[in-house]
């Protein structure tokens, strides 16, 4: 496993930056949005860290908007990280069920 790899999957490996990603998988979101549909239950510093877990792996992007940071899943690297890892733990699997089969 390469550090990309391992990168992703420690991103995946916790309940609330699953629920982060999934928020924003369709639409840029603020640290402060992302706390109001979380119910609260994670503050704002939290939901920051996580953010930044995000953006180490490449999962997010970011656009700067006056003081605020709007972030948007990275689609593109979210597909190519399942790919990879599918390529390594996998690879046959990809052989025997081609897409558009």
């Known amino acids: ?10 991103a995946l490996a916790d309940r609330t930056r699953l629920q982060i990603m999934g928020q924003i998988c369709s639409q840029w979101l603020t640290v402060n949005d992302l706390v109001a549909r979380l119910g609260g ?3 704002q510093p939290t939901v920051s860290h996580h953010l930044k877990k995000l953006d180490e792996a490449g999962l997010v992007l970011v656009r700067r908007r006056g003081r605020f940071r709007y972030y948007l899943l990275n689609q593109d ?4 990280c399942c ?13 025997e069920n081609p897409p558009g089969r």
Do not use: K
Not at 1 to 10: G, P, T
């Open 41 to 43: 239950r994670v503050h």
């Open 77 to 80: 690297q979210v597909t190519l």
């Open 83 to 95: 790919g990879s890892l599918m390529l390594t733990f996998a690879p046959d699997a990809l052989e």
């Open 1 to 10: 496993m390469d550090a990309e790899q391992l990168s992703f999957a420690q």
